[in-house]
């Protein structure tokens, strides 16, 4: 899973496609992910990552996880998906 | 080097909820690095604020509207250029481009320099001539049809799907969702801006311009994309961001390269989910959003300017991403004596 090279994110949160020209803002463990996946870090470096790190169990972080990745998916920020697709 | 100094006259002063071009390009024209201007206002009412905005625009003549005829607008140019020696005319409204580009080898005879597409190049983009266009350059365009009366408007029911755009030859669109709404358009909009009106299949996306310049020979002067990102309900944006999609700006090349264009001008675009993008309108003049492209580094009425006086113009290759331009409006504080001037003199 990686983020699109082009895609801007910056220290408070907010993506930027220049592509698509659309932003979006995420809250900061969401950030945290997102430079994870920049690091190309995998699904299970990143669930370890944040499982250290906070206090939730593996099926809640499973679930969110899927679903923040399913919402970049969905908005075309992830690198196997169309470029072309507004 | 000392720079030279020109005389630019430039239209399109108003300022309202659909502002006109002029007040931007004139921003871009005192910030221009290879020449120092005079501005004279060119307006068609007296209520149009680029006439009060003493900061920007030196002086202002009112000028005769398009239906005037091109004699009585020749007329207020003799009478103008006696005065002014202008150097350069920059035309911003798509209803007054005909009898400018009539009027361009007169008034290059007198001395004022344009660069305006040819009368050709106008009349195929035409939005009444879409469909053709789109056929013949190769690019998307969503399906359209020119109707004069309201008589064959129950048959446009077996030709598009609801909702549809009715458009008006110069300006004005709106949206119909059922056949007695297209009525009501097509008697608002023709008594505006008279006939044709385009019906226009409606493309559900995302809205997109391009701005640019051609250099007459199917060269890229510039080309700027932008995304609207606040669109007032008459579709104007009010907000937007330069963006870098690489298909809308080859698409832009090739209207460029195919048809030859010159001057300056606006792609409308729409991005269906699909990612396919289909061409709405051609608007063969600067948009009033135009200053973003001088933000994001192509200062492209500066060079349009240099063409149009025949200077080599070295086409940008390059634009700052991401930067965006938020419009406002603003009240200025004007003297009645100054209303009375541009009202009863035709000049301020």
């Not at chain 1, 690091?39 to 499973?62: G, H, M, V």
């Not at chain 2, 108003?14 to 201007?37: C, H, K, W």
């Not at chain 2, 150097?87 to 481009?97: G, R, S, T």
């Not at chain 2, 009027?103 to 660069?115: A, S, T, V």
Request: with cysteine; aromatic share 10%.
């Amino acid at each position: 899973m990686k983020l699109k090279k082009n895609i801007a994110v910056s220290e408070a949160g907010l993506l930027f496609n220049p592509v698509t020209g659309e932003s979006f803002s995420v809250n900061p463990i969401g950030t945290e992910i997102l430079n994870l996946l920049r690091e190309e870090k995998t699904d299970e470096q990143i669930r370890s990552a944040i499982l250290a790190k906070y206090s939730t169990d593996n099926p809640t972080f499973e679930k969110d996880y899927q679903d923040f990745i399913g919402i970049l998916s969905h908005n075309n920020l992830l690198e196997n998906h169309e470029e072309t697709k507004a | 080097m000392k720079k030279p100094k020109l005389n630019i006259a430039v239209t399109g002063l108003n300022a309202i909820d659909s502002p006109g071009p002029g007040v931007s390009v004139i921003r871009a024209l005192r910030e221009a690095t290879s020449f120092d201007t005079r501005i004279i206002g060119l307006s068609y009412e007296s209520l149009e604020p680029g006439i009060y905005m003493h900061d920007l625009v030196d002086r202002t003549y009112s000028i005769p509207y398009p239906t005037a005829g091109t004699d009585t607008l020749l007329e207020r140019f003799e009478y103008i250029q006696e005065r002014e020696k202008l150097d350069v005319i920059i035309p911003n409204f798509d209803a007054e481009l005909y009898p400018f580009i009539k009027l361009e080898n007169k008034l290059k005879e007198m001395g004022i320099h344009m660069f305006l597409p040819t009368m050709h190049q106008f009349e195929e983009r035409h939005k009444v001539n879409l469909n053709e266009f789109g056929k013949k350059y190769g690019v998307h365009v969503p399906k359209s049809k020119v109707i004069y009366d309201l008589n064959t408007a129950h048959s446009l029911v077996s030709e598009f799907s609801f909702p549809m755009i009715v458009k008006g030859k110069f300006y004005d669109a709106s949206i119909a969702y059922s056949i007695e709404q297209v009525k009501s358009c097509f008697n608002k909009i023709s008594a505006k801006w008279g006939l044709p009106i385009i019906i226009q299949e409606f493309i559900h996306g995302t809205e997109f311009n391009v701005t640019g310049l051609g250099d007459g020979k199917g060269k890229t002067i510039a080309a700027v994309p932008m995304r609207k990102q606040y669109i007032t309900d008459k579709g104007k944006a009010w907000g937007g961001i330069s963006i870098s999609d690489e298909k809308m700006l080859e698409m832009t090349r090739k209207f460029l390269r195919t048809t030859k264009w010159r001057g300056g001008f606006e792609l409308e675009l729409m991005k269906n989910k699909d990612g396919e993008l289909y061409l709405l309108e051609i608007n063969p003049r600067l948009p009033a959003w135009i200053y973003l492209a001088v933000g994001v580094g192509q200062n492209i009425p500066e060079a349009l300017v240099n063409l149009a006086m025949g200077r080599t113009v070295k086409p940008f290759t390059d634009y700052a991403v991401g930067k965006m331009f938020v419009r406002y409006s603003w009240d200025m504080i004007v003297d009645r004596e100054e209303f009375e001037q541009i009202s009863i003199y035709g000049e301020l």
